[in-house]
């Protein structure tokens, strides 16, 4: 299957399986929740269903992991979308989870789908091992708490006042852990949950986090809104440090590229059967949302 039609399968079969973990959720947050965890590329969530798939893990094990990193997924947009972060008014085309209902809505919607990312990776039905529970779940923790995520979106906001605008390496270094690490966590899941080393896609999932945050970068300055369902050119606006405004338009696009070259390079250990893994690379730098 190439890649378009495996996407579109992974879309489904992730939404289904956030549809019924997330349906027993009541009230205005439930219903937040699920509004929430609608839509989307679902890229994080392909990710751990093909790094699985290459080690032989059960699909519905896999479906879990990736409905987990979906739900923290959204947590991050929920809270990166409110008035103290960001203020967007749009995403994936809609109102935003504040603007549908409220602040104080979206704050308890983004905490739950969080800890619901750790209720379903904690469940048995994840993988009957306890320790590889454990692992995902501490893993996922680092990679989207404060010493990961959550430090790079800090470090992001801070950036905005900063006297002068960041360096290429600070900046390199603020998107491996506001972006990367989200990225990084469903490229190891796999192994993980297969017991297994990752033979290259540690690699191939820094690469692949650089590669994604210069393509979005790229899209702020080039892309079309309507096609993006979010507000766009809010980097230049801010005048804030970009891989675009660092590099030029076509230092960036190279910058990806290498990138690009870098993680396919990286799976060659896995031959052919991670040929949609090298296409999700590559469609990373040319994607138009």
Request: hydrophobic share 50%.
């Amino acid at each position: 299957m190439s890649l378009r039609p495996a996407l579109e399968t992974a879309q489904r079969e992730v939404q289904a399986a956030l549809d019924d973990l997330l349906g027993g959720f009541e009230g205005p947050v439930g219903e937040a929740m699920r509004y929430a965890s609608q839509g989307g590329k679902r890229l994080r969530a392909f990710l751990v269903l093909e790094t699985a798939a290459l080690h032989d893990v059960p699909r519905s094990r896999a479906l879990r992991a990736a409905a987990a990193i979906e739900c923290v997924h959204a947590y991050s947009l929920v809270h990166d979308d409110l008035p103290c972060m960001d203020d967007d008014d749009l995403r994936r085309g809609r109102p935003t989870v504040h603007r549908r209902w409220d602040e104080a809505t979206a704050v308890l919607a983004g905490d739950a789908l969080l800890t619901a990312a750790f209720e379903i990776l904690a469940d048995p039905a994840t993988h009957p091992d306890a320790a590889v529970r454990i692992g995902l779940v501490a893993a996922l923790a680092r990679d989207a708490g404060a010493a990961g995520m959550v430090l790079g979106q800090a470090q992001d906001i801070a950036a905005e006042s900063a006297g002068a605008p960041l360096s290429l390496e600070a900046i390199t270094a603020l998107q491996r852990l506001k972006t990367g690490r989200l990225l990084e966590w469903p490229c190891l899941a796999g192994p993980a949950l297969a017991k297994t080393r990752p033979e290259g896609l540690d690699v191939y999932a820094r690469a692949l986090g650089l590669a994604f945050q210069i393509a979005d970068d790229l899209l702020d300055v080039e892309g079309d809104a309507a096609a993006a369902g979010k507000a766009l050119g809010k980097d230049a606006a801010a005048n804030k440090a970009t891989f675009v405004s660092l590099l030029g338009t076509q230092g960036a696009r190279a910058r990806a590229e290498a990138l690009v070259a870098e993680a396919e390079a990286a799976l060659l250990p896995y031959g052919d059967r991670a040929a949609r893994l090298r296409a999700v690379a590559r469609y990373m730098v040319t994607r138009d949302r």
